[in-house]
């Protein structure tokens, strides 16, 4: 393998730096000149640029300047004057060409806010592709509809607010401005998420610089005050007297999850007010950190790894509330699935014994959860694009894939709610006049499952039957929607339900005399390698495995140990993976401070997180099932392990 070398100055390789034997012919070899042969980056890069530097610095007076004209670089006598910075900026630029390259690179190939807008807009915006909003966006027009988008939030020094940094789209953002502010969860349907805020002071920001202007048109990048109140992630900004329908800006979309959580609580109870305010703090500055209270009153905080809640924390108590916090110890988000079909069809009436629905549940095909969180599908599509997509790629019935009601627990969720009923037996009219209710129990229930109250996962539930009542003063949402719920746990119940943990993937890197040691550190965490081989041009191997979740707390500091210090590991979130047991089984005896068996494992997770938030021990089917299924259920023998 022979490379030809990149020309080179030939003076100065000989003046400052001569090539050793071997390399006389200016090319690569396999096999080093000599045993003390250095690195080639060394010998023809750094150690030229050294004494190139080390004569200006030193030897101005003696041997600069023959190595100057042997380089063919001409100083001025004002010029070779200069002090020794100003000389050496020179000199040195004159070596090696002015240090434009990375601005002519942004110049040539970023493209301007006019030329990328129509990809810019299709992509973040969630409104119709047509009309005056959509074509002022599309001409970055400063005289049109104001449409800011803000994606990031920074905190002042002494951190008691944020502003927000955004990108005008249309229109032209002025100082003092009133403005309409429009959060994730707005909706045509929705518009609670909405406030009329007063614009503060605007400014460019550059880096550690900002400047200050009363006005900004569209096309720029822009730092606002005062309207950061209502804002967590990210937002829409438009005019307040706007006509028109108005739809939002998508949300941020991460390629990983937040999937480790803690507990947090103040040391000193009385400061309760002060660690909730660092925590509304915290979430606005961190986009992929969330936060929420459980049933049990402890206040949760879900992060991507054990690093990135180390970087909160730190921010939450020096920073943002400036108090105490204990912190529980960290355990993983959950979900719940089934891999089977539902045993029976399962149904629950109303409060009011007017209306019945039936439903089944049963696994999702593979690969399909996943698409509908990239979003290569969307509920939104009309029903002949959607058909088209399920009969395609996953071999779906035309007239099921025709009848998707739902994603759930929100639009891009993991789990799909499908009308299989038909039109002989159940009055599609009537079904249509609750589908709203039945929809909300879906998402519901599969925002916080049966087993832990975790969100359900890669379940399709499918409507078989319904009765309605007649009057719609007994079809109401406060009648529908709670039985929707129920009956879609009742079917999840029935159909084998697991438990689902994350998994890492994970990249080590380690000496070879050092890859045993990290198998046996993987080996003990659960973790399996799905490969290694040597990094080329190094004494390096590549481990790439992957790790539960769970038992990913400390890997670091684990693997460190073995190695002596020599490996290096990268996490990140990858895919969700059923944990192995039955959750359900009651012969299982869960034991204080015992390892459990991998078979228990599911059993130990559910008891576990339900003991943390303050359910009762087992999962009881009377909260779930109405009298008339609980019959039907002991008259087919199918109440197995559940407890009445």
Not at 176 to 196: I, P
Not at 446 to 460: A, D, H, Q
Request: hydrophobic share 40%; charged share 25%.
């Amino acid at each position: 393998m022979e490379v030809s070398l990149v020309e080179y100055p030939e003076s100065l390789s000989v003046k400052l730096n001569p090539v050793p034997t071997g390399l006389s012919m200016r090319r690569f070899t396999k096999k080093s000149p000599h045993n003390s042969a250095q690195r080639s980056f060394v010998e023809f890069i750094l150690e030229p640029l050294y004494k190139l530097f080390a004569q200006v610095v030193g030897d101005v007076d003696t041997t600069l300047m023959d190595t100057l004209a042997e380089l063919n670089i001409k100083l001025t006598k004002e010029e070779s004057k200069s002090n020794i910075r100003p000389l050496l900026r020179l000199i040195m630029n004159r070596f090696c060409g002015d240090f434009c390259g990375f601005v002519d690179m942004c110049v040539e190939h970023v493209k301007s806010p006019l030329d990328n807008s129509k990809n810019k807009v299709d992509h973040i915006y969630t409104g119709v592709k047509d009309g005056a909003l959509y074509d002022d966006m599309l001409k970055c027009n400063q005289n049109g509809h104001l449409m800011v988008h803000s994606s990031k939030m920074y905190p002042t020094e002494d951190c008691t607010f944020f502003q927000v940094l955004a990108r005008v789209l249309s229109g032209t953002l002025h100082a003092g401005q009133e403005v309409r502010v429009l959060g994730e969860n707005y909706s045509l349907q929705d518009e609670e998420d909405s406030r009329v805020l007063q614009v503060g002071r605007l400014w460019i920001y550059e880096a550690r610089y900002k400047v200050e202007l009363n006005r900004v048109p569209a096309g720029n990048w822009v730092l606002i005050e005062g309207i950061d109140q209502c804002i967590v992630k990210t937002s829409t900004i438009t005019d307040v007297d706007h006509s028109e329908d108005m739809y939002i800006f998508k949300p941020l979309k991460f390629n990983t999850q937040s999937i480790i959580k803690i507990a947090v609580e103040p040391v000193n109870p009385s400061e309760l007010p002060k660690m909730l305010d660092g925590l509304r703090k915290v979430n606005k500055s961190y986009p992929l950190l969330s936060t929420r209270v459980e049933e049990s009153g402890e206040h949760v905080i879900l992060g991507t790894g054990e690093l990135y809640l180390d970087c909160v924390m730190h921010d939450l108590r020096k920073m943002y509330s400036e108090i105490d916090i204990k912190v529980a110890d960290p355990v993983v988000a959950f979900c719940e699935t089934v891999v089977e079909t539902s045993s029976l069809k399962c149904f629950a009436e109303t409060p009011n014994k007017k209306n019945k629905v039936t439903m089944i549940a049963e696994p999702l095909e593979k690969g399909l959860a996943e698409d509908i969180e990239n979003d290569v599908v969307s509920i939104g599509w009309n029903k002949k694009r959607l058909g088209e997509f399920f009969q395609v790629n996953y071999d779906w019935d035309l007239l099921a894939a025709r009848s998707i009601w739902a994603f759930g627990p929100d639009i891009t969720g993991p789990n799909i709610l499908v009308d299989d009923t038909l039109p002989s037996e159940v009055d599609k009219s009537l079904l249509g006049t609750v589908k709203d209710s039945i929809v909300q129990g879906f998402q519901w229930g599969t925002r916080e499952g049966p087993l832990c109250e975790e969100p359900i996962r890669n379940v399709k539930f499918k409507i078989l039957d319904a009765v309605i009542a007649n009057e719609p003063l007994h079809r109401g949402g406060g009648q529908v929607i709670p039985t929707a719920r129920r009956v879609a746990y009742s079917a999840f119940l029935m159909a084998t339900p697991r438990l689902m943990e994350p998994y890492l993937f994970v990249e080590v890197q380690a000496p070879a005399d050092c890859v045993s040691a990290v198998y046996t550190v993987l080996a003990r965490r659960r973790g399996h390698v799905t490969q290694d081989a040597p990094v080329p041009g190094s004494p390096l191997y590549t481990i790439k495995a992957f790790i539960p979740a769970i038992d990913s707390f400390g890997f670091e500091t684990d693997l460190r140990t073995h190695t002596q210090g020599q490996a290096f590991c990268l996490s990140v979130f990858h895919h969700w993976q059923i944990v192995p047991g039955d959750p359900l089984d009651k012969s299982i005896v869960i034991r204080p401070l015992e390892p459990q068996p991998a078979t228990h494992l599911a059993r130990e997770f559910m008891i576990k997180t339900r003991r943390r938030k303050g359910l009762s021990e087992d999962v009881s089917i009377n909260k779930f099932f109405d009298d008339p299924m609980l019959l039907e259920l002991a008259r087919q023998d199918v109440l197995l392990n559940y407890p009445l």
